[in-house]
């Protein structure tokens, strides 16, 4: 027996893609400027305000963290990140990141200057580890007697270049000194220059002609704005000039750069960091509070509790609501990074695939982000890439597509009402309801028939959002086409939706726009069965959706339940986990979904979507849909695979009979009985009953199998479609007994 894996070499796409070592070039789907694009939109990795209003941007929310811990040494290093002048700072700074501040809006805006101070006092030295300095050859001069220039010294010194600093002072500490420090502070904030290789050349007084020499010995140089020198030479730099301290910082830092850059030989245009915040946050729960005020005495203490005032401003809009985005530890400017890496660079790792699958598209995140960032889109766009350039496992979404192939093709049924030929109305269950809950599907169907005049015509079959899902838009063309024509024939009718995402499918391709049959309920009167408070899950294909949540909602309280109000309502409601087939992509993730989506609830949970129903009476909730509580229908046990195929072929039965009085023959399966875990194990591995029959009926025409003498069972295997499957077996008195059943993506030779 040969066996060969998979589903061909990939040949040719070779031909059509390129061939790249061992690869196939992805065809890209979007380039790096719309990336770019994409990825602005998401504020999620934008600077909060107090560090965007700051000029030296320094990363405050990092320094109240480690405060608030009570860890001031970390805290101190954060800040000598951008510069070693805490006690100076301290003194001077002019606060904008204090009215910057969000807590601002409600009180006191943190007092940062006084944290900046409590490290100071307690974060330790502000020395430069030597290991963090590697010395270079080129020198750097530096002209001034101010601030800016000994800010520049140490913006040069700390990148290992030579400095020779001309100036008029005596010192460092004199530079110092001019801003109101005390010898013990200014020798703190000097720890920084410590093995730095900077020399003084004090001069009576700086002049620029002393530019043209100092350039024949340094390579680059800065000059304080305030000598007022002008037309400099090239490779020399100053800025602009200002008079706050941390201005003067954030100054010296720009000509500093622009001086390694000349050194360095880079050339092109170099921007300043931008200075403003996009950041949303809310300020929903916080109350405002009153801030520190005794800077100069602070403690320890103090120090702590004025930092854990400090919300750690974030945009979490969307992560909050979303599994998705939780599991995977991915904010949407990250996530679609990746993504967009798998696309064009790594060329379709697991990792990546995994990620893709695993978002279900619902468009939770984009109505809760402030800018309607859309990561769904991203993921439609690479699936279809994936699909078109052979990169998507096969295996992905088979099995769903081929259960929406069963539901148009063997289990389909289409017919005007008994007595009519063509119908003023259409109703469409939708394939999860009828899988899942076939009896809700007749007693609407007779409720409708009795309500409605003119005719209502039925349609048992999917919408084609399984094929949308999966990128296999051949496959959706079909199903539209196959509904489009059927519609037509019975006379263009009014189609009746009792799914939120089929309405949704009819609405935007179909040709014709749908109606949910809560409100044709809702307009030819609801009779109250119940009395109880329940909580309303809105399901995906109602977001953006405002007037069927509202029809929804109207239906329930007419039905005489009281709706509680539960946390992501309407078009901030979860995903159950069955949307974009992740149920079967990645059950996992679909199972936290499920029971992060049902968790909202209190008591009872009704949805209007049966594959919600599914999902949620999977995860133990209680739960039903709403057609059911309006019929009286009472919830059936969770169907597994097979009993879903069962339940729509005996239901198109058993209508074909009572109503059109016309015969369908189910086909009949051998005589067989599953040994003990052996269901479960096929459920898990997505493994119906009918593909052991027909295993099973293989066998007894060819009657090949390998005998495992060790367990004393046979073994045997069919290829259905795409897939080998393995049954292990023994038979006794013409009944087969299963002892365990796998299949594989391999042909058998």
């Known amino acids: ?197 900077i020399t003084r050349k004090q001069q009576e007084a700086l002049l620029r002609e002393m530019l043209e020499d100092v350039l024949q010995e340094a390579d680059a140089g800065c000059v304080s704005p305030a000598l007022g020198w002008t037309k400099l030479p090239e490779g020399i730099y100053a800025a602009e000039k200002k008079e706050k301290a941390e201005q003067l910082l954030a100054e010296a830092k720009y000509a500093a750069s622009l001086a390694e850059r000349q050194i360095q030989g880079v050339h092109g245009a170099f921007q300043r960091e931008k200075k403003e915040s996009r950041l949303y946050v809310t300020m929903d729960h916080v109350e405002g509070s009153a801030a520190l005020t005794d800077v100069g005495h602070v403690t320890k203490e103090s120090a702590q509790a004025e930092a854990a005032r400090c919300i750690q401003c974030q945009c979490v809009e969307c992560i909050k609501g979303c599994v998705y985005l939780q599991h995977y530890k991915r904010n949407p400017r990250a996530g679609i990074r990746e993504i967009y890496n798998n696309m064009s660079i790594v060329m379709g790792n697991h990792m990546a695939n995994g990620m893709i699958n695993a978002c279900d598209e619902c468009g939770q995140c984009k109505a809760a982000c402030p800018n309607g960032f859309d990561y769904p889109d991203v993921c439609r766009i690479a699936k279809h890439t994936m699909v078109e350039t052979g990169k998507m496992p096969g295996s992905a979404h088979e099995f769903a597509l081929l259960d929406a192939q069963f539901s148009n093709g063997e289990a389909y049924l289409a017919k005007p009402e008994p007595g009519y030929e063509s119908c003023r109305y259409l109703f469409f269950p939708g394939c999860q309801a009828t899988a899942v809950s076939p009896d809700t599907v007749e007693a609407a169907y007779a409720d409708l028939r009795a309500r409605l005049d003119g005719g209502v015509g039925l349609m048992l079959g999917c919408c084609g959002a399984v094929a949308k899902w999966a990128a296999r838009e051949d496959l959706f063309r079909g199903a539209m086409e196959q509904i489009h024509a059927q519609w037509e024939q019975m006379g263009r009718p009014q189609v009746i939706c009792a799914c939120p995402t089929c309405k949704q499918v009819f609405d935007k391709h179909a040709g014709f726009s749908a109606v949910g049959i809560w409100e044709i309920l809702l307009e030819t009167g609801v009779k109250p069965v119940s009395d ?89 909730v209680d739960t039903c849909h709403i057609l059911e509580l309006a019929y009286g229908v009472e919830p059936q046990p969770v169907p597994d695979l097979s009993a879903r195929r069962a339940n729509r072929l005996k239901l198109k039965q058993k209508l074909l009979e009572e109503l059109w009085k016309e015969g369908f023959e189910m086909e009949t399966m051998l005589p067989v009985v599953y040994a003990d875990g052996v269901m479960e194990q096929m459920e898990e591995r997505m493994i119906l009953k009918s593909d052991v029959d027909a295993v099973l009926k293989a066998y007894e025409a060819s009657k090949e199998a390998v005998f495992d003498e060790e367990q004393g069972w046979f073994v045997t295997c069919h290829r259905l479609d795409n897939v080998t499957f393995w049954v292990k077996f023994t038979r006794e008195d013409d009944q087969y007994t299963v002892r365990g059943a796998y299949s594989h993506r391999m042909t058998v030779e």
């Open 532 to 620: 109880g408070t329940v909580s309303v899950h809105d399901a995906c294909g109602a977001r953006g959706d405002a007037k069927m949540q509202a029809d929804v909602r109207a239906f329930v309280e007419a039905l005489g339940c009281r709706i509680e109000k539960m946390a992501y309502e309407g078009d901030l409601a979860p995903c159950c986990g069955f949307g974009g087939l992740v149920k079967y992509t990645n059950p996992e993730v679909a199972g936290k979904k499920a029971r992060f989506a049902a968790d909202r609830a209190e008591g009872k949970l009704l949805t209007y979507c049966m594959a919600c129903r599914d999902q949620f009476s999977r995860a133990g």
């Open 1 to 197: 027996m040969d066996v060969k894996s998979g589903e061909g070499d990939g040949m040719e796409q070779k031909k059509e893609y390129g061939f790249i070592g061992k690869h196939y070039r992805m065809k890209q789907a979007f380039g790096q400027e719309e990336l770019h694009e994409r990825e602005a939109v998401c504020t999620r990795e934008d600077p909060p305000a107090c560090m965007a209003s700051c000029p030296l941007h320094m990363d405050m929310r990092a320094v109240c963290a480690h405060v608030a811990k009570g860890d001031f040494k970390k805290a101190a290093g954060v800040i000598r990140t951008v510069t070693p002048f805490l006690h100076l700072l301290s003194k001077n700074c002019s606060r904008t990141c204090v009215a910057a501040c969000k807590l601002s809006e409600l009180g006191d805006g943190i007092c940062l200057p006084a944290l900046v101070r409590a490290c100071a006092l307690y974060g330790g030295s502000g020395a430069v580890s030597r290991f963090m300095l590697p010395r270079k050859s080129q020198k750097a001069a530096v002209f001034g007697d101010d601030l800016f220039a000994l800010a520049c010294c140490w913006e040069l010194g700390k990148k290992g270049y030579e400095i020779f600093w001309y100036t008029t002072c005596s010192s460092m500490q004199e530079v110092l000194a001019a801003w109101g420090l005390s010898g013990e502070e200014t020798a703190s904030d000097l720890t920084a220059f410590d093995g730095l290789r």
